[in-house]
């Protein structure tokens, strides 16, 4: 049986309740694909880091964070190495990059990734500052040391955007992309139409737990214009950065504006949305009137959609509805299943 | 470069769209997947045959049955051997299912199917009848003869639903399916709604194109059964045909109810689910009542929409916004394409 071995690079929410996937289907995985998985090493910012190269116990691994916030410095596993050490002098095949976003310059993130490149690793990363701000060097990168490298997660956790058109929109030339990318402006929007103020929909946002502390990145439009560039630069190769997005936030929206736009039977919405214009690619973010028939009008809670336009197969919605942190989760696994299919 | 032959069984609408989508990419997959696609044997019910080892002028083939109604018999590539005859005599590599379906039976095309792969040719199929009839059956003979068997053209054209699921959804168990299949339905209901009579509906349906001389089939909900028992044979290994589906077509829907639901803030709708119940799958296919809130209110037009839930990756939806016959040949397409992948 071939082995394959992991090395976490930040060990949250999304990369727990991956290695509870790991845990339920490890034994599926080796019976129907022929690979032994073994996370080698976990890395995190404050909480120490694991490390084992027989493979860590998960479960154990995942009880020390949440019960205890942090590793044990007295489990065997425990290791002092931080994750750049562990990323230069650890065995492993393939780096999972989950570190924190830093949504303005895609460090520390970028540098890891070229890190595990440099010693041909195969990457996943389930952070979209990489992909946002580096993504064709990286790509060229991967090309040029021949290794996997796969960013499902980046948008719309593991909902297959990127794979789908990928794998199974194959010859198709896709013309325009648009979508409600980002929960927070959505939610908050939608709890105006019903008639809340700005304060009590951020308060309930901040209760449901997806209105950050400072909730600017995401109201003045950055979390989408991030996502957004990812879409464009993967799937309609546009070479951009966040900045180079047309992006308006929904801090200007009123609720005297979302009442005019009921009246004349529209909801607001934070539109992304990526067109070609002269053999160029533009992005832009901003809130836009949605008349109540259309489809994306109803993108409610914590819920997403892509559009994706091709020259073969015309106009595709893809919606995922209210997913959890379990969706992350698998964003990041099925990447690790298709660098095992695609590697060998 | 490899070679690849191809017999086209059949040759209606969907067969000349992709037809002309061969014309316009294979350069493209000669260049990319070293793969030099040749129709060596076109088919049709009526109208003769046309064969040719070398290739068949495929913009000849369709300029003759488009302008002229039939292949003409004194082309040098005019064969008078029937569909069968085709499938079991003349040498080619993948068969291509495009007969006309008869949905009682999925016959000539499930004999068409097996004759092929008898012979272990590899099958590509837009025929719903097929999978829905004899799924089971034609998986296993494909397994046994080791040949691929693809069929996303059957459900929402080349929208990927079947192979969304297989290959961008490893390891996810679904466990409920429900959309929108028949456009016919949802056209007479939507227009209805909009205060038109049945009379009026049908009448603007058969004006533009896609309410048949006979409805019948779409108004008792026969077609929309059979897609749900294709996409619950596929998805959820059920083993069932149509007359397994618990079917309530639309005609007894008056335009009372729907303007009753309408007051209630609700659009009705043929509805397809299928769910499991005491481990067994059970499928249903019924006009429902449907929240205006609700993203399924709005699927309009010619557009359809499948949701998929899974194990681990919650609720997706993806809709087909306004297909035209493009749409289907993409099917076929990229269908055949995954032949050249699979194969060697």
Known sequence: MRRLNVAMI??????????RIILEKQKEIEKTMDCDIRIVAITTGRRGSFLCEEGIDLEEACRQIEEEGAFRTDSPQYSKL????????????VMLELTPLQIFTGQPAIDHIKAAMQRKKHVVTANKGPIAWAYKELREMAEEKGVCFYYETTVMDGTPIFNLTVDTLKFCKVTEVSGILNTTTNFVLEELAKGASYEEAMQEGRKRGFVEADPSMDMDGWDAAAKTTALLNVLMH????????????????TEKDIKEAKRRGCFIKLFCRGVIEDGKVVGTVKPIEVPEQE???????TSSAVSITTDLMGKLTIVEHNPE???????????????IDHSK
Chains 1, 2 share one sequence.
């Open 10 to 19: 930040g060990f949250g929410n999304a990369g727990r309740a991956f290695s």
């Open 82 to 93: 931080t994750s750049t050490e562990v990323i230069r002098s650890v065995e492993y095949d």
């Open 295 to 301: 489809l994306i009008a109803h993108i409610d809670g």
């Open 325 to 339: 942190i379990l969706q992350t989760g698998y964003g990041i696994f099925s990447d690790l299943i298709r660098v």
């Open 238 to 253: 546009a070479d951009i950065t966040p900045r180079d997005i047309d992006r308006t936030g929904i801090t200007a929206i």
